[in-house]
């Protein structure tokens, strides 16, 4: 990967990050065990998607697409670390806001990544054939 790609990859997520800590950091009143475990969740969460997110290098797509079978790193454990680690950082996020009504919300999002996992696998398996199932076989979600 080129220097400027890099940077134009990585320049939203340290953007991210740097918002993330302001977050945390002037969150109004005093911090419960919940609120701290919750941020650490979160930073380890987002964190995750990052490396995810960075591994899948150009296979990474908005639909679903068959471009490359990416089974090295997180992928070599975890069929969809992006959605997986997605979901603890709103898990977190949401133990850190204390509203439990925003655990509906959760509920709603994990169906929808489940829903788009499924479609990408639909897809990767079209594609990849018995590489895929085998890959499959041994990774989780």
Request: avoid cysteine; hydrophobic fraction near 55%; aromatic fraction near 18%.
């Amino acid at each position: 990967m080129s220097d400027w790609k890099f940077y134009l990859y990585i320049m939203p997520q340290v953007i991210a990050g740097v918002l993330l800590l302001a977050f945390i950091v002037y969150w109004p009143g005093p911090w419960n065990a919940q609120q701290v475990v919750g941020s650490i969740f979160l930073l380890v969460g987002l964190g995750m998607v990052s490396l995810a997110r960075f591994q899948l290098g150009r296979s990474f797509s908005i639909t679903p697409q068959a471009k490359n079978l990416v089974t090295h790193g997180l992928y070599s454990r975890i069929r969809n670390p992006i959605y997986f680690f997605g979901a603890v950082a709103v898990a977190a996020f949401f133990l850190i806001i204390q509203r439990p009504i925003l655990w509906v919300l959760f509920a709603v999002i994990v169906v929808m990544q489940v829903v788009r996992a499924r479609r990408e696998a639909a897809v990767l398996e079209a594609k990849f054939g018995d590489e895929y199932r085998a890959y499959r076989s041994h990774t989780w979600f």
